[in-house]
């Protein structure tokens, strides 16, 4: 039973334009969101996150959005560089309930096109 | 410095062997975790230590074992392993309610 879902397994955009990654989940107690980004033979990476309070958290060329309606959190690369070319997956957590334990999504890779 | 270190990074092993991963993390955090992540690429959590204390088991087999000596370190013994444990063993550790740090992962192959 998979709480968190990235339909999209990949993605390819050109450096410069703006690269968009989608995350849906469907349990309504998830309240902390994450973006972890993962290169081969490496562990994922912590990105940016958001809590459930907000409907967006911005850091850089990263912006995170969320819509809690919706069940549903993207995140905005922009401009893409080739250097993001990797893995991105989303998590959530119940941080607020005292669990830290991820819920991972099973992750889009991202090819940015130079 | 490495924040999060495990070893070995590759094991390949035959079935019905038993088995231990190790994880350390240098950065004081309180908590450490084991995932797993199947051929599907699935990350899922198995364990997590906080002050030494077990506090989430995602119904694992009773074959995989976590064993925490101290605050640091946080162990993964796996007992009479199969061919389903295929897959790479995350190990990650946090500071209460902050993102998780991760490993670079084991990779463990059962012949």
């Known amino acids: 039973d998979q709480q968190v879902k990235q339909n999209s397994p990949s993605l390819s955009v050109q450096e410069g334009r703006i690269s968009i990654l989608n995350c849906d989940y469907t349990?309504?107690?998830?309240?902390?969101f994450l973006w972890y980004k993962k290169y081969p033979a490496e562990g994922p990476t912590f990105l940016i996150s958001?809590?459930?309070?907000?409907d967006k958290n911005e850091d850089g060329r990263f912006t995170v959005f969320l819509n809690k309606s919706a069940k549903h959190l993207s995140l905005h690369i922009v401009p893409s560089q080739p250097g993001d070319s990797a893995v991105y997956f989303c998590?959530?957590?119940?941080?607020?309930?005292?669990?830290?334990?991820?819920?991972f999504g099973t992750g889009t890779r991202l090819t940015v096109i130079p | 410095d490495t924040a999060v270190s495990q070893t070995p990074k590759y094991l390949v092993t035959q079935m019905g062997n038993d088995k231990s991963i190790k994880c350390e993390q240098n950065?004081?955090?309180?908590?450490m975790y084991w995932y797993k992540q199947d051929s599907k690429k699935f990350l899922k959590i198995m364990f997590s230590?906080?002050?030494?204390?077990?506090?989430i088991n995602e119904t694992v087999p009773n074959r995989f074992s976590p064993k925490s000596p101290d605050k640091a370190h946080l162990n993964l013994h796996i007992n009479s392993l199969e061919l389903g444990d295929s897959a790479v063993y995350f190990c990650?550790?946090?500071?209460?309610?902050?993102?998780?740090?991760f490993g670079d992962g084991t990779r463990l192959s059962i012949l």
């Open positions: 998590a959530a957590s119940r941080y607020r309930s005292g669990a830290n334990n991820l819920f």
């Open positions: 958001i809590s459930s309070i907000k």
């Open positions: 950065l004081g955090h309180d908590t």
């Open positions: 230590y906080n002050n030494k204390e077990l506090i």
């Open positions: 349990n309504s107690m998830f309240d902390y």
């Open positions: 990650a550790s946090s500071q209460a309610n902050q993102p998780q740090h």
